[in-house]
């Protein structure tokens, strides 16, 4: 098989649950894991004469992905209506945007990838969903109603790695717009592939199948390189690529055909009659502010000092970047502090990040005393680490473990001395050119000081001293 003489082509279509505390055309809850229909009322169970009323948050959540990603946004767009039946929709339509979508345009900026086009971002509602159960299916409707935003991507991504990257990039920027929680296993992020494959060469674009129920990255990558494999030996052997719908079988890693790909005009489109077209005035527009998107955390960060990979693993979670934040002063010994003591603890459960023990800010604390030589640097770690499982201030700390170091100059000479004195024959080496004997010296220093001298000022008399 000559998966090397063709090129994947691969476009992704993000459904992303909005992070409103209610639904997009009534006032039911939008939590997840409650009882299966205890959130609902006529306008999400779709009763005849019930009508729709537009939640503002969700247009403004979709006008900040709009503006964070470069979008077009549109004074006005329409609502449509996406007619098919299905046992989780009883309305028998969606409400959804087609031909005039809020926004158009854009891209999303990918590390590594540079930016990745948009064709549209359009707000919709969610369908419910079906419960398949052993003595038989059952349809919970409390997600029928909640605001998604349908993210649609240009197909340019070449590789199921791309994808992948694509996908982590923006699920990040989405978390940092404060606008959806990135919860693939709750189905709060839920993405579509697109794949087809061409020869090398040909600019023509090939017949895409649309890959569904794809709920881990990792799914994402394994359903994409199986297909693109599947398409390419079809092709090799002569057969053609159909248009149509597969599923990903997580459990086989592969994907099968669920469906012929249904048509834009299978679904009969129509305006929404029941809502009017949804004006986005400059007001609203410029009341809309952006915050720095994960990329730019990660340029400021940089520029800050801090290492290209400290401040890639600090932005992968919002919650590092406000840590590092709340630490402040020297941003790059902050940035080691966070990807050292902190993770290392978060990994072996000490600290919690969705709970921390501790005020950040007494970090630099713990430096001061370290660069004042009151701890050595060992001494330091095990503070912080402390600081970390207790909150308890770090003065507070050194005195309880008793770390506080040696500096005192006279307490030190009294020390020095006593070595000198009781080791004449190391001395007189020293004296006749073995300068190597200072580590003996200094060691002998620090064992009377049960290892609480500081080194530093241990060397600097014993040099002074033996001339
Ligand atoms: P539909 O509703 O039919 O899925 P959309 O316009 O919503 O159509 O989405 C089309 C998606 O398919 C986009 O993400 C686009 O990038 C992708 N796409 C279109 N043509 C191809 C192709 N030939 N190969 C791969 N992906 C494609
Ligand atoms: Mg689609
Ligand atoms: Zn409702």
Redesign the pocket.
Known sequence: MAVADFEP?????VHAQLLTRSKIFCGCSTQFGAPPNTQVCPVCLGLPGALPALNSGAVEMAIKAGKAFGCRIAERSIWARKNYFYPDLPKGYQISQYELPICSGGAVPVPGLGRIGL?RIHLEEDAGKNIHAEGGSEVDLNRSGVPLIEI????ELRSAEEASEYLKALRLSLIYLGINDGNLEEGSFRCDA???VRRKGESK??T?V?LKNINSFRFVRQAIEYEIARQVELIEGGGKVLQETRLFDNEKGVTRAMRSKEE?HDYRYFPEPDLPPLLVSRELLDSVTVPKLPQEVVEALTAAGVSAADARTIVGDPRLVEVHRRIGGDAKRAALFVVGELARAVNEKEADLGALKFDPALVPAVWKLQDSGAISSTAAKEVLAELIRTGEAPEKIVERKGLAQVSDTAALEVVVDAVIARTPAEVEKYKAGKTNLLGFFVGQAMKELKGKGNPGALNALFKKKLG
Not at 9 to 13: P, R, T
Not at 152 to 155: H, L, Y
């Open positions: 082509v691969i476009g992704l279509e064709e649609v991507g240009k197909p697109n794949v087809s674009l090939g895409r649309e834009a």
